[in-house]
């Protein structure tokens, strides 16, 4: 069974753009979640989604948003980037939600100038 | 909220010797992973274990939920076990995300 893919690996934007990042769960995975890794705040959760809904949600300002899709299939958006958001970007999938193991994909790398 | 405490923050081994790894919590859980970070970012999921014992190859880990702590052996180390090793919790209190401690950098000299 495939793992959890995300697209694209790399990325790199300047200030004021706005970015997507897509995350693909594994086959059979209703559950999406996304999380941001900085160096100086480590890794922090951004929200969850679980058929089409999003049912918790970090502590990240409005310009961070997600959504999925009816296929599971989720993706986030960035908008007016700025540098602090350069991060890892990764994706977790899980059976159903709560309490479930979670699987991450292998990220993706923002880089703001 | 829940706190994820990591210890020791960094450790040096030589190949072929043990170690443990420590992660304390400040609340009731439902769920607790080790995760190995690869040095291209993945992570990769160890264990499972929100209470319990398991263990898989030269690894184990024991939760031990009443007293809010887990504990991840490494035995017989390898370089390739080198990387930062994450504890993550989903607190009774906050479903549906995992709240990670800062992690364990582990180096494997040979």
């Known amino acids: 069974k495939a793992g959890v893919t995300q697209t694209p690996r790399y990325l790199i934007k300047t200030r004021g753009q706005q970015v997507t990042l897509s995350c693909s769960p594994i086959s059979g995975h209703r559950s999406v979640s996304w999380y941001q890794q900085t160096p100086g705040q480590g890794l922090q959760f951004l929200f969850e989604y679980f058929s089409e809904t999003q049912r918790n949600k970090g502590n990240f300002p409005g310009r961070f948003s997600g959504r999925q899709f009816s296929n599971s299939r989720s993706e986030m958006n960035v908008s007016t980037l700025e540098l602090g958001d350069s991060a890892l970007y990764l994706c977790a999938s899980s059976t159903w939600t709560g309490w479930a193991e979670q699987f991450f994909g292998p990220g993706t790398r923002l880089t703001v100038l | 909220g829940i706190q994820v405490e990591q210890s020791p923050p960094d450790l040096i081994l030589q190949e072929g010797a043990n170690s443990t790894l420590r992660c304390n919590f400040s609340?009731?859980?439902?769920?607790l992973q080790w995760f190995h970070q690869n040095p291209w970012g993945q992570l990769i999921n160890l264990f499972y274990i929100p209470s319990g014992t398991k263990q898989n190859g030269r690894l184990s880990a024991t939760t031990v939920a009443t007293e809010r702590y887990s504990l991840l052996y490494i035995s017989s180390s390898q370089t390739t076990d080198s990387g930062v090793y994450f504890c993550?919790?989903?607190?009774?209190?906050?479903?549906?995300?995992?709240?990670f401690g800062s992690g364990t950098r582990l180096l494997v000299r040979p």
């Open positions: 993550a919790v989903e607190g009774v209190d906050s479903s549906y995300k995992l709240i």
């Open positions: 609340d009731s859980v439902n769920n």
